[in-house]
């Protein structure tokens, strides 16, 4: 083929602005799984190494705990920490499924990750009551 | 080592996809264990948690999910480290604060669990 006959390349459009683009939920899901684990290992682990030692330690750093837990700062520090490992283990749990080559398909895909969303926040908001 | 492959890559192999699995499974297990003795005593106050940390057993169970929570954590930061941060010095440097860190949190399991007991 001469090269004047090949087809015309045309510079292909290139649109990458993530946050105009409408995400489907898979893929919310994905990136919030991705940010949870993020946020897990930067304060989830510590706190829990933490609360641990803390509760162990002597009745009175179990009540100094409590009340640090128990002040708002801390319930907010609490309730993220439970959510975001909440959501982690679903979203992770529903990785596991898809291994198991289960629920590929777009319609099912959607589904699952509109659970892992929907499941996440009502047992979130179980620990918001208990906590408030 | 091929060209192409980086002394920072991600080894090519299945071996951490699996882990990355194993792990999960874990502390999907160890999850449901202390949710279920927190529930079934109606949560715990500082003497019940001294006797439960007190028990062999629970001690390995918790040492277990330490573990894999930490190879998890190795495994998930490095895919992020290898997905956003391009310059391999910088890459590099923050995969070795992360193994710094997760070493020094299986120490800190280490006293925890055995240290003073």
Same mark, same amino acid.
């Given at each position: +083929? ?10 292909? /459009? =290139?649109? @990458? ?10 893929? #919310?899901?994905?990136? +919030? ?6 946020? @897990?290992?930067?304060?989830? #682990?510590?706190?829990?190494? $933490? ?20 002040? /708002? ?8 920490? =439970? $959510? ?16 198991? *080559? ?13 659970? =892992?969303?929907?499941?996440?926040? @009502?047992?979130?908001?179980? =620990?918001?009551? *208990?906590? $408030? | ?7 920072? !890559?991600?080894?090519?192999?299945? %071996?951490?996809?699996?882990?990355? %699995? ?19 005593? !109606? ?32 495994? !998930? ?13 910088? %890459? ?14 299986? !120490? ?10």
């Amino acid at each position: +083929m001469a090269v004047a006959d090949r087809p015309v390349v045309r510079p292909r /459009p =290139v649109y @990458l602005n993530l946050i105009a683009i409408r995400q489907p939920v898979p893929a #919310i899901v994905s990136i +919030m799984h991705r940010i949870t684990g993020a946020l @897990l290992f930067l304060a989830g #682990i510590p706190l829990l190494l $933490w609360l641990i030692q803390r509760l162990l330690a002597s009745p009175e750093a179990y009540e100094a705990a409590s009340r640090t837990l128990a002040a /708002p700062l801390g319930k907010v520090a609490v309730f993220g920490v =439970v $959510w975001g490992y909440l959501f982690h283990l679903l979203a992770g749990i529903r990785h596991l499924t898809l291994d198991l *080559r289960a629920g590929l398909t777009l319609a099912s895909a959607r589904s699952s990750a509109a659970a =892992v969303l929907v499941l996440s926040l @009502l047992l979130a908001a179980v =620990v918001a009551v *208990r906590l $408030w | 080592m091929p060209a192409d492959r980086q002394p920072v !890559g991600a080894h090519y192999g299945v %071996r951490d996809w699996l882990a990355q %699995r194993v792990t999960s499974l874990v502390m999907l297990a160890y999850t449901l264990l202390v949710l279920g003795i927190v529930l079934w005593n !109606g949560g715990l106050d500082h003497a019940s948690w001294r006797a439960l940390f007190a028990s062999g057993p629970f001690r390995i169970a918790t040492f277990l999910f330490m573990t894999a929570l930490l190879l998890h954590a190795w495994v !998930g930061v490095r895919n992020i480290l290898m997905d956003y941060v391009k310059p391999l010095s910088v %890459r590099l440097a923050l995969q070795i604060v992360t193994l710094c860190a997760l070493v020094a949190y299986a !120490g800190w399991t280490l006293q925890i669990l055995w240290g003073h007991a």
